[in-house]
């Protein structure tokens, strides 16, 4: 915060906690301005701060709402950033040394954050509920008289006729949907509709197939599989147990509600232009489809798509991506790490140590943080919570971030039962932790918790073993794209870390290695060159050569799917000497020269093998020593020596076309005979 001039007022919440104003001032480099009740009996200081429209940090989260009221009242326009450091440090049995951590919220609130863009959905209120009893219909009643209701009952659909047809009633059973809130398609089976005469029960006409519908909601009452993978994560569709009518009663005040224009945050930016998911149709890099829980992302030719409507944000695809063609945009990566830098600086320059960092949401990891505060000792002063929009989002750049400027240890704070996968977040770990290990921070560093107990958590950081950190903490400030702000975290780490080397091998699927070949199986097509989506593979346009550089190598597998002759291998490594060494030749060859110009223009092996498969061996080539010369010419010569020689290809077997003066004049010629013997 030194190049701000920042206000920071913090409140002790009523003497419930401890305040270190030095240790404030050392880690923000700032005076902090301290209070009791800022709230209620001392509003009027912050009124007269806030009139300042100077840049202001607020240490109370609780009482936000009335800040930016009073706030409002003084004609304020710069925006208040507020950090909680009630719960998240001073409200905890080790209250009075948390003073380095509330200057590390402090800081880590001050540091801006790019506004988000946002994606719009609509809702008329067209609802399909599905269903296979008189739930279905129960539930339908219910929302009648708010929405634009239809029934489909799965085979066989027995159920009493109602008395009144306030809603369409129909039979079938549901082969797939797709699309989201506002624009659901969905594809039924088996579909029929009821005959009016029915009586004791529906009697339904005959029934079809591959029948189509669109509507605005869908609400699962089938008790079956989800109709899309990820359910909780698709807007618009809810499922409820038929047999608990609890859970389908919240289920039906829900979907009441989704009615209008609704927006949800773009969560990931995407630029296909860096995707490295297919060319020529050879497929590579899967990653993103890999771990999408939501199936937003979809292939698109040579890159992939991806459904700004259908993704719920879990980031996993952002973090996964090895090119940084996805990128989480809640916020972006570097904004994300500076935020984690201020954090962790301000900590150190207040005279923290060992510092923990924990990664949680605000949905699930804010409110067992606050439980523990409340009701617990609350968090050790040395362990930091950081809040992001979704745990899974934080990537490797992130986690070599954290180490390099300080932090001994981090962890994940998970649901017990998390509502998607975290699949990308374990891959993430395992990446992480031979590169820890291999740079001598040791095992363990990093890991996840995975509970919804507050006594769980008060337990975990002291399960942590005793660590020292980074020996040379970093103080880098990251900018850029996210693949150049992994790779400069990473370089930042190399030089903060106890024992560095050079090299460390990492698992499959890592994002960084080299590429191996066998020479002696290697013609030099240049086929992987062509492939390779980031210029990692190249040739030299001055003679036969294949050249790898290793930066540049995400590992997406291009190259070893194209190679015809099948002698390419993957070899995931982090080389922390690559950004700056040159390209490596994997295979160089003579040239051959033209016999005609002795311009080079191929391969000297390859020239040479195919001359002596062809020689003496193919019939277009047998004693005719001239057409073997023109396979030695490069381009402009062997086209100059085919027209000079007349080559013709086919000339052993093809007779020379007839025309029809051919045969006007051998019927002539036959005339002309027939007349000489009369």
């Given at each position: 915060m030194a190049e701000f001039s920042r206000h920071l007022l913090i409140c002790s919440c009523d003497d419930t906690m401890p305040v270190d104003a030095d240790a404030i001032r050392r880690g923000c480099r700032g005076e902090p301005v301290t209070a009791t009740q800022l709230c209620r009996a001392e509003l009027d200081r912050f009124r007269t701060i806030a009139a300042k429209d100077t840049p202001l940090t607020v240490g109370?989260?609780?009482?936000?709402?009335?800040?930016?009221?009073?706030?409002?009242?003084?004609?304020?326009?710069?925006?208040?950033?507020?950090?909680?450091?009630?719960?998240?440090?001073?409200?905890?049995?080790?209250?009075?040394?948390?003073?380095?951590?509330?200057?590390?919220?402090?800081?880590?609130?001050?540091?801006?954050?790019?506004?988000?863009?946002?994606?719009?959905?609509?809702?008329?209120?067209?609802?399909?509920?599905?269903?296979?009893?008189?739930?279905?219909?129960?539930?339908?009643?219910?929302?009648?008289?708010?929405?634009?209701?239809?029934?489909?009952?799965?085979?066989?659909?027995?159920?009493?006729?109602?008395?009144?047809?306030?809603?369409?009633?129909?039979?079938?059973?549901?082969?797939?949907?797709?699309?989201?809130?506002?624009?659901?398609?969905?594809?039924?089976?088996?579909?029929?509709q009821p005959a009016p005469s029915s009586r004791g029960t529906l009697v339904f006409g005959p029934s079809r197939n591959d029948a189509r519908s669109s509507c605005d909601i869908i609400l699962d009452l089938t008790g079956g599989p989800a109709f899309f993978p990820g359910s909780d994560l698709r807007d618009g569709y809810l499922r409820?147990?038929?047999?608990?009518?609890?859970?389908?009663?919240?289920?039906?005040?829900k979907v009441r509600d989704l009615v209008g224009r609704f927006e949800k945050p773009h969560y990931v930016a995407f630029d296909a232009k860096r995707c490295a998911h297919s060319r020529s149709q050879v497929t590579g890099c899967t990653r993103c489809l890999d771990l999408c829980p939501a199936g937003a992302i979809t292939p698109a030719g040579d890159h992939v798509a991806i459904d700004a409507q259908i993704c719920a944000g879990c980031g996993q695809c952002a973090a996964a991506c090895p090119t940084g063609a996805v990128s989480y945009a809640l916020p972006p990566e570097d904004a994300l790490m500076r935020k984690l830098r201020a954090m962790l600086i301000a900590y150190r320059e207040a005279g923290g140590e060992r510092a923990i960092v924990l990664l949680h949401d605000d949905s699930h990891g804010a409110p067992l943080i606050d439980a523990l505060a409340r009701f617990g000792d609350g968090l050790p002063a040395h362990?930091?919570?950081?809040?992001?929009?979704?745990?899974?989002?934080?990537?490797?750049?992130?986690?070599?971030?954290?180490?390099?400027?300080?932090?001994?240890?981090?962890?994940?704070?998970?649901?017990?039962?998390?509502?998607?996968?975290?699949?990308?977040?374990?891959?993430?770990?395992?990446?992480?932790?031979?590169?820890?290990?291999?740079?001598?921070?040791?095992?363990?560093?990093?890991?996840?918790?995975?509970?919804?107990?507050?006594?769980?958590?008060?337990?975990?950081?002291?399960?942590?073993?005793?660590?020292?950190?980074?020996?040379?903490?970093?103080?880098?400030?990251?900018?850029?794209?996210?693949?150049?702000?992994?790779?400069?975290?990473?370089?930042?780490?190399?030089?903060?870390?106890?024992?560095?080397?050079d090299i460390i091998a990492l698992p499959q699927g890592a994002p960084f290695g080299a590429v191996e070949i066998d020479v002696g199986g290697c013609t030099l097509c240049l086929s992987c060159v062509s492939a390779c989506p980031t210029g990692a593979l190249r040739d030299d346009p001055e003679r036969p050569m294949l050249r790898f550089v290793e930066d540049a190598c995400v590992q997406c597998g291009l190259c070893q799917a194209t190679c015809p002759e099948h002698v390419m291998t993957l070899k995931p490594r982090i080389d922390f000497g690559a950004a700056r060494a040159a390209a490596r030749v994997l295979k160089e060859e003579e040239p051959f020269c033209c016999i005609r110009c002795g311009k080079p223009f191929g391969v000297?092996?390859?020239?040479?093998?195919?001359?002596?498969?062809?020689?003496?061996?193919?019939?277009?080539?047998?004693?005719?020593?001239?057409?073997?010369?023109?396979?030695?010419?490069?381009?402009?010569?062997?086209?100059?020596?085919?027209?000079?020689?007349?080559?013709?290809?086919?000339?052993?077997?093809?007779?020379?076309?007839?025309?029809?003066?051919?045969?006007?004049?051998?019927?002539?010629?036959?005339?002309?005979?027939?007349?000489?013997?009369?």
């Open positions: 109370c989260t609780q009482e936000a709402a009335l800040f930016r009221e009073a706030a409002a009242e003084t004609g304020r326009a710069t925006p208040i950033q507020y950090a909680n450091i009630r719960e998240s440090a001073g409200w905890s049995s080790e209250a009075a040394q948390t003073g380095p951590k509330m200057a590390a919220l402090l800081a880590a609130a001050a540091e801006p954050a790019p506004s988000a863009s946002f994606v719009e959905l609509a809702s008329s209120g067209v609802i399909l509920i599905c269903g296979r009893n008189d739930a279905a219909v129960e539930a339908g009643n219910l929302l009648k008289d708010h929405l634009d209701v239809t029934v489909l009952i799965e085979p066989p659909a027995a159920l009493v006729p109602p008395r009144i047809n306030d809603f369409p009633v129909a039979k079938g059973k549901v082969r797939n949907a797709r699309g989201h809130l506002g624009a659901f398609e969905v594809t039924v089976d088996d579909f029929a409820a147990d038929p047999g608990n009518p609890a859970a389908m009663l919240r289920a039906v005040f362990v930091l919570p950081f809040a992001v929009n979704e745990t899974t989002q934080v990537g490797l750049e992130a986690v070599a971030a954290a180490f390099a400027y300080g932090a001994v240890a981090m962890r994940f704070l998970l649901r017990a039962r998390p509502r998607h996968g975290i699949t990308g977040l374990i891959r993430t770990i395992a990446l992480a932790d031979p590169i820890l290990t291999g740079l001598g921070f040791g095992a363990g560093r990093i890991a996840t918790i995975e509970t919804d107990d507050p006594e769980t958590l008060a337990a975990a950081p002291g399960a942590i073993p005793f660590m020292l950190p980074a020996p040379r903490p970093a103080s880098f400030r990251p900018t850029g794209r996210k693949r150049d702000v992994l790779r400069f975290a990473l370089t930042e780490l190399h030089r903060a870390a106890p024992a560095p080397v000297k092996s390859t020239i040479e093998r195919v001359v002596a498969q062809l020689e003496g061996k193919h019939w277009m080539y047998a004693g005719r020593s001239r057409r073997l010369d023109v396979i030695k010419m490069c381009d402009d010569c062997r086209v100059a020596a085919a027209t000079e020689q007349g080559f013709d290809p086919y000339a052993v077997q093809r007779q020379p076309a007839r025309t029809t003066d051919d045969y006007l004049r051998e019927r002539e010629a036959q005339k002309q005979g027939g007349r000489d013997k009369s």
